[in-house]
């Protein structure tokens, strides 16, 4: 009887032990889960800071989201992302995401940010694979190109002069990289004329909403 009861006993320790390092590891996981949720949310605030600065909206920007496919305006047949910035409950801007489907190089991802009135709050590029040193300039760590955007409307230069100096428009390209430039100031005048259509039906959709523009510019 001593036995058998040493053995229960034993038994009942080393369950209790289980049910515990159970616990501490779904506790651990829980607690490591939300510090990475934390932090991809921290990085999304922060990348839409770059081209929309906090004074344009009083919303949860990040959360203010919706999808939408468009691929002749935003330059993919893939779903696309859109927050949207209010300020006391009224629209004010929009972040879009675009592709510059024709770099020189491949596609040029895009961030770019368009108060209610049609001008650029910013624009960054997110991801390309353009050459180093010369397609590279696009990015705003490596020259102050990208940062000429701010400000821009499509009446601002006047929409015939939305191009390179080369192609006879009011943007520099970059010596022996005009491929790239162009691609870039195209997806941002593309973008920029998807809002002028668009807008109601982009500031209006259900938050988290997927809708669908299949027309084209």
């Known amino acids: 009887m001593t036995g058998g009861r040493s053995i229960l006993l034993a038994a009942r320790s080393l369950a209790i032990c289980a049910l515990l390092?159970?616990?501490?590891l779904g506790g651990t996981h829980v607690l490591?889960?939300?510090?990475?949720?934390?932090?991809?949310?921290?990085?999304?605030r922060d990348?839409?800071?770059?081209?929309?600065p906090a004074h344009n909206f009083d919303n949860d920007l990040s959360a203010d989201r919706?999808?939408?496919?468009?691929?002749?305006?935003?330059?993919?047949?893939?779903p696309m992302s859109i927050w949207r910035g209010r300020r006391d409950g009224q629209p004010s801007a929009l972040v879009l995401q675009a592709v510059a489907s024709d770099g020189y190089a491949?596609?040029?991802?895009?961030?770019?940010?368009?108060?209610?009135?049609?001008?650029?709050?910013g624009v960054r590029v997110t991801a390309h694979k353009e050459t180093a040193?010369?397609?590279?300039?696009?990015?705003?760590?490596r020259s102050d190109w990208?940062?000429?955007?701010?400000?821009?409307?499509?009446?601002?230069p006047p929409r015939e002069r939305w191009a390179v100096r080369r192609d006879g428009g009011a943007f520099d390209q970059f010596a022996g990289a005009t491929v790239t430039p162009r691609a870039v100031v195209g997806?941002?005048?593309r973008a920029l004329q998807y809002v002028e259509r668009h807008a109601d039906a982009l500031y209006d959709a259900p938050i988290g909403s997927q809708i669908e523009h299949r027309d084209a510019p």
């Open 133 to 141: 040193g010369l397609g590279d300039l696009i990015e705003a760590e």
């Open 66 to 78: 919706i999808i939408v496919i468009a691929p002749a305006w935003l330059g993919d047949d893939q």
């Open 47 to 52: 990348a839409l800071a770059l081209v929309l």
């Open 187 to 189: 997806a941002v005048r």
């Open 32 to 44: 490591t889960r939300q510090r990475i949720d934390d932090a991809r949310a921290q990085a999304e």
């Open 21 to 24: 390092a159970i616990a501490l």
């Open 146 to 156: 990208i940062l000429g955007f701010e400000g821009r409307a499509l009446g601002s």
């Open 106 to 121: 491949g596609p040029i991802q895009l961030r770019i940010g368009v108060d209610v009135s049609g001008r650029i709050t």
